[in-house]
């Protein structure tokens, strides 16, 4: 299973953000992480359409995009046309989930579910073959630079202990307080997609995302 690093914007220096976004591309990072935040779903409000759409360019890089917005449904064919290439939804904000899981697919973008802290694992069981990507929070959603919870792990290796028995090989996405010192403990618990923010876009760019590299490399 491929091993990926997912650099979240949310920590860069938005007046360089097409520099560093290229800076991460160059180094091997293959998703690029937009949080978006609406004020109602999370009490923070980040950035949306507009910014997406121009950064889509800056770069030859995966949009991995997470929405932390109410009824994500209304907004698919916007993030969609702004340059989205998988759309993560937090399962607690869909009035219907199979809906909005068939709304991204039918944009022909790969769908992502999301599950908050306090969320069990169990809630995804109805859509283990129904998304290409399943992203455990290890924060509370709504900023960068908090602590991995971990008691995450647990939650990583039931939910790929749960595709395993399926025979489906979707992404696990890990997103929150991921640095170089919990990258391997986190991947050996199940994930192969780590997102980073204040991991990645602090001091040097470009050797710390060579720094995970190395690990995701080394644990494929
Ligand atoms: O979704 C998020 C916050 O809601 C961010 O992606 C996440 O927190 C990344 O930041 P850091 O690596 O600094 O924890
Ligand atoms: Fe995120």
Do not use: W
Not at 28 to 38: I, N, R, T
Not at 174 to 185: C, Q, T
Request: charged share 25%; net charge negative.
């Amino acid at each position: 299973m491929k091993n990926i690093l997912a650099p979240s914007i949310l920590s860069a220096d938005f007046k360089v953000l097409g520099e560093q976004v290229k800076t991460c591309a160059e180094n091997g990072a293959e998703y690029l992480h937009f949080d978006v935040m609406d004020g109602m779903f999370v009490s923070n409000i980040s950035f949306g359409i507009p910014v997406l759409a121009s950064i889509k360019g800056a770069a030859d890089i995966v949009m991995d995009v997470h929405l932390m917005i109410e009824e994500p449904i209304r907004y698919v064919e916007a993030f969609h046309k702004a340059g989205a290439d998988i759309l993560n939804v937090h399962y607690e904000a869909c009035e219907d989930v199979q809906a909005t899981l068939d709304a991204i697919h039918k944009c022909g973008m790969k769908a992502g579910l999301t599950i908050k802290p306090a969320t069990p694992v169990e809630v995804l069981k109805p859509y283990l073959d129904q998304a290409e990507l399943f992203l455990i929070m290890s924060v509370e959603p709504g900023k960068g630079g908090q602590s991995f919870i971990p008691e995450s792990l647990d939650k990583i290796r039931e939910l790929r202990g749960l595709l395993n028995e399926k025979g489906l090989t979707a992404d696990v996405e890990v997103d929150g307080g991921i640095h170089l010192g919990n990258a391997k403990e986190v991947l050996e618990s199940g994930a192969n997609v780590l997102v980073a923010g204040s991991a990645v876009f602090k001091d040097n760019i470009a050797e710390n995302v060579k720094g995970f590299m190395e690990i995701l490399n080394e644990n494929e």
